[in-house]
């Protein structure tokens, strides 16, 4: 059982920066892939990033060039710095954990664990 919890959600002025971070508990942290997935109000849930147990990243075209996702293992955490915000990226983020953990899944079913979410606002 891994338990998830994400933070650093907040409102930003569209250009601006926030980094979110999502806390793991339970053990084998470093052998899952990690994700992060928002959604915004009345869409469905959609990829953003992930990053796998090797370090191997992908990235949603959308975020490409502005988000960066990083884990510390020693931590148990994944982060995901995002950079250059734009009132489109307005949703809920949340965390997703992949016991497989070489995939690099962007399909919300192949995650096995999943954080509440936290909030982002860009205001234009």
């Known amino acids: 059982q891994v338990r998830l919890v994400e933070s650093g959600g907040g409102l930003v002025a569209a250009g601006g920066s926030l980094r979110l971070s999502c806390a793991a508990s339970g053990r084998s942290f470093s052998t899952y892939a990690m994700g992060w997935f928002r959604q915004a109000p009345g869409q469905e849930r959609e990829f953003v990033a992930v990053?796998?147990?090797?370090?191997?990243?992908v990235y949603a075209d959308s975020v490409k060039g502005r988000f960066t996702i990083s884990r510390d293992n020693a931590k148990n955490t994944v982060y995901l710095q995002m950079n250059s915000l734009k009132p489109e990226d307005t949703a809920v983020y949340y965390c997703?954990?992949?016991?497989?953990?070489?995939?690099?899944?962007?399909?919300?079913?192949?995650?096995?664990?999943w954080g509440q979410g936290t909030q982002v606002t860009v205001s234009s």
């Open positions: 997703a954990a992949d016991s497989a953990g070489w995939h690099t899944s962007r399909m919300t079913e192949e995650y096995d664990y």
């Open positions: 990053i796998s147990w090797s370090g191997s990243t």
